[in-house]
């Protein structure tokens, strides 16, 4: 069973920039399709950045230019780079996995706040 670990919330002023980490365990971990998801307060929760077995990503409209997911196979963790950071970038974000067998996990969440 892998488990999801999240870090690097926090607060930070509109135009700023964090990275939010996740660490997994685990095996095959370079196989997983991994992705970071976001809950705003009182909304639904949505997909942010996703990354997949080959490298390749994918980002929603709302984040293309100012984030970048990447994976470090070596450590097991995935990374999401937040620049330019606008209040309504404020949420929970959740690191999640799929492994080859469709097997999903979610980490618990770290909050990020953008102050305008």
């Known amino acids: 069973q892998v488990q999801l670990v999240e870090s690097g919330g926090g607060l930070v002023q509109a135009g700023g920039s964090l990275t939010l980490s996740c660490a997994a365990s685990g095996s095959a971990f370079s196989m997983y399709i991994m992705r970071w998801y976001r809950q705003p307060p009182g909304k639904q929760r949505e997909s942010v950045a996703t990354?997949?077995?080959?490298?390749?990503?994918n980002y929603a409209d709302s984040v293309k230019g100012r984030f970048t997911i990447s994976r470090d196979s070596t450590s097991n963790t995935v990374y999401l780079q937040m620049s330019s950071l606008k209040p309504e970038d404020t949420a929970v974000y959740y690191c999640?996995?799929?492994?080859?067998?469709?097997?999903?996990?979610w980490g618990q969440g770290t909050q990020v706040t953008v102050s305008s």
């Open positions: 999640y996995s799929r492994s080859p067998s469709f097997q999903e996990t």
């Open positions: 990354i997949i077995r080959g490298g390749s990503t």
